[in-house]
C-alpha cells in the first residue's frame, strides 16, 4: 500500500494565514506550510475533499473510492467534485461519508453522474474497488467516522482525525489488527483548554497507549501525527516530543510504504526514531 500525504494541517493550515504567533513565524522562517489533511492511497483511494489542491505533481485522475469523515469544510469542499466532473465525467466514483457529507456533495453532482453516494455508519463494511474499509466511531462535534482500510495487498491503515480521545467501541473494533500505518490527529498541542473533539499533546501519547494495549499499535507500526494546528511547538519541538510518544511528524507530500517502517520496540525511553 503506497499512501500519499496530500495535507498534514488542521482546519486553518500551518502556518495559519491570519496569526504570528511563534509557531506559525518559525513555519514562515522556514518555508514549511501545511495544508488541510488529506490522504491519497495507492492513487485509488482519497480521504477527504480537501478544499486545498494537492501538492505539485500529484494527480487524482486514478481515484475511484472517496472516503470523508464528515461534514465540516476543511475535510468536504465537495466543489472538488466539479472539478472532476470537467476532467472525469464519465469516470465512475464512489464517495463514502456519513448522511450530511452526502447532502453536501448532492448538488454539486451532474444529473445522470456516475457517482454513488455511499452513507459510512459506524460498525458496517464497505468494500470499494477492492479495498475492505471497516467505519469506526470518533468523538466529535458532529456526526464524524474514522476509516480502517485494508488494501488488495493486505497493507492495513487507520485514518483517525477528527476526534477526541477515542470512543471505546473504536478501540475494541481494531483489537489485533496491527496496523502498518496509524494516522492520528494531533491538532492542539499544548492548548489543553480547547474543549473540542480534537486530541493534544496530553491526549495523543494516551490514544496510542490505549491503541498498544489492544495490539492495534505495535513496534513496526509507522505513527504519523496529522490535522496539526499552530498551537503546537515549533516544529524542532514537536518532533521531540511526538517521536518520545512513538510517533513521526512529516511534511506535506511526504510518501510511505505499508510493511517498509520498522522502529526498535517502543519503551518510554527510547527516541521512536525509525531503525
Do not use: K
Not at 496569526?19 to 480521504?47: E, I
Not at 478544499?51 to 465537495?78: E, F, N, Q
Not at 521531540?240 to 510493511?259: I, K, N, Q, W, Y
Amino acid at each position: 500500500m503506497h499512501v500519499r500525504l496530500l495535507g498534514t494541517g488542521a482546519a486553518d493550515g500551518w502556518p495559519n494565514p491570519w496569526c504570528a504567533c511563534a509557531s506559525c513565524a518559525d513555519a514562515r522562517a522556514r518555508g514549511s506550510s501545511r495544508r488541510q489533511t488529506s490522504v491519497l492511497v495507492d492513487s485509488a483511494v482519497l480521504l477527504e475533499l480537501s478544499p486545498a489542491l494537492p501538492p505539485d505533481g500529484v494527480s487524482l485522475a486514478g481515484v475511484r473510492t472517496v472516503l470523508v469523515t464528515h461534514a465540516h469544510p476543511d475535510h468536504c469542499a465537495p466543489a472538488a467534485l466539479l472539478w472532476r466532473h470537467w476532467a472525469l465525467p464519465h469516470e465512475r466514483l464512489t464517495i463514502a461519508g456519513p448522511a450530511a457529507v452526502l447532502e453536501e456533495c448532492r448538488p454539486w453532482l451532474a444529473p445522470g453522474s456516475p457517482v454513488d453516494l455511499v452513507e459510512a455508519v459506524p460498525g458496517a463494511t464497505l468494500r470499494c474497488s477492492g479495498y475492505e474499509v471497516r467505519v469506526l466511531p470518533a468523538d466529535h462535534e458532529v456526526p464524524t467516522v474514522l476509516y480502517d482500510l485494508t488494501g488488495p495487498d493486505g497493507g492495513r491503515l487507520l485514518y483517525a482525525t477528527d476526534t477526541g480521545p477515542l470512543p471505546a467501541p473504536a478501540v475494541a473494533a481494531v483489537a489485533g489488527a496491527e496496523f502498518d500505518v496509524v494516522l492520528l490527529e494531533e491538532t492542539f498541542g499544548d492548548r489543553l483548554d480547547h474543549g473540542t473533539g480534537h486530541l493534544d499533546l496530553a491526549t495523543f501519547p494516551a490514544q496510542l497507549e490505549r491503541l498498544r494495549a489492544v495490539g492495534a499499535v505495535t513496534a513496526g507500526t509507522d505513527v504519523v501525527a496529522v490535522h496539526l494546528g499552530h498551537h503546537n511547538p515549533p516544529e524542532a519541538v514537536l518532533t521531540a516530543r511526538l517521536a518520545a510518544a512513538g510517533a513521526r511528524l512529516l511534511p506535506d507530500g511526504a510518501e510511505l510504504r505499508t510493511g517498509a517502517y520498522r522502529r526498535r520496540p517502543w519503551n518510554s525511553d527510547a527516541s521512536a526514531a525509525p531503525a
